[in-house]
Structures are given as C-alpha cells and as structure tokens.
C-alpha cells in the first residue's frame, strides 16, 4: 500500500500561484509514477500532469502547459506541483496518484484524498 497526503491548497487571486505538495509513504516511493488530477465541481476527474520514477520524463495537460511544473524528490518521497498564472478554471480539487507500472490515469493504483484550490477572479 502507497499512501498520499496532499497540501498547499488554498484561495488565491487569478494570476498568482499556489505550489502543491504530495507526500507519500508506505512504500519505495522511488518506484512509482507520479500524476497530479483535479477535478472541478461538477465535472469529472481530469489529468494535469504526470512525472516517471526517476523525473526525466514530464507531461501536461495542454490546459496547464507552460504554467504548471511537476517535480519529485525521491530522498523526501514528495511530488510537487507548481502552479503559475492560475486562472478561475482552475479552481478544483486537486488529487495526487501513484502508479507502479504507467503513468497515472484514473485508473490509478493510488490516490490522495485531495486538496482544494480556489482560484478568484
């Protein structure tokens, strides 16, 4: 079992940024793939960006491209996330996942139980 704790969430003004933390345990945290997801009120669960075992490779959404960066440290057992210029759309919770074989889907082996951001226009 993996087990993931989200923080950092919280309220923030359209144009500013949040970083967003996952802290994992349980297992070698080294041998998982990391993704970020979110899922906005009424909408259904969405990828936002994932990160291999070692950090070399990276993927995004296109939504969040160019302003949300995805980042590990394997001695810390964290995956980060931050995010610049957010923007309303963003507002979301936020959801950390492990997979052990791929990148995170929603089919995900294991998950977080979230942290909220909100963003204001």
């Known amino acids: 079992q993996v087990q993931l704790v989200e923080s950092g969430g919280g309220l923030v003004q359209a144009g500013g940024s949040l970083r967003l933390s996952c802290a994992a345990s349980?297992?070698?945290?080294?041998?998982?793939?990391m993704g970020w997801f979110r899922q906005a009120p009424g909408k259904e669960r969405e990828f936002v960006a994932a990160i291999s075992k070692s950090g070399g490779l990276t993927d995004y959404a296109d939504s969040v491209k160019d302003r949300f960066t995805i980042s590990r440290d394997n001695a810390k057992n964290t995956v980060y996330l931050q995010m610049n210029s957010l923007k309303p759309e963003g507002t979301a919770v936020y959801y950390c996942a492990a997979d052990y074989y791929r990148i995170p889907t929603n089919q995900a082996w294991y998950w977080g139980q979230g942290t909220q951001v909100t963003v204001s226009s």
């Open positions: 349980g297992r070698t945290f080294s041998n998982y793939n």
